[in-house]
């Protein structure tokens, strides 16, 4: 899908539980040069074994997360991927996170 006025991302179910097995990957880039701001409102995943990823777009990793302390904000050039991941077991709320930028996400 193709959003062109987004303003939150959130884990899958948010704010319910994501699944186990989750695997959603987001592509993130701006329509201006402006680097794209991510915001975190909420954040708890299972620490250790379940995971956020920022990415670059030939899969690098940028900034790893888990646990269920809210980071900091995330400022990057784009384009980049989010991208959640999930375990087999023990699932939790997730995250939540505001988008500000001129920009689009790919879904």
Do not use: R
Request: aromatic share 16%; with cysteine; proline share 5%.
């Amino acid at each position: 899908a193709d959003y062109t006025s987004i303003d939150t991302i959130a884990s899958p179910g948010f704010p319910n539980n994501y699944n186990n097995y989750d695997n959603k990957t987001v592509l993130v880039f701006s329509s201006t040069s402006c680097p794209v701001c991510l915001t975190f409102k909420s954040f708890s995943i299972e620490e250790d074994w379940d995971h956020l990823y920022f990415l670059t777009t030939e899969w690098k990793t940028i900034q790893q997360l888990t646990g269920h302390t809210v980071p900091s904000n995330f400022l990057h050039s784009t384009p980049f991927y989010i991208h959640f991941l999930s375990d087999e077991s023990t699932t939790d709320k997730g995250f939540q996170m505001s988008f500000c930028s001129n920009g689009k996400l790919i879904a």
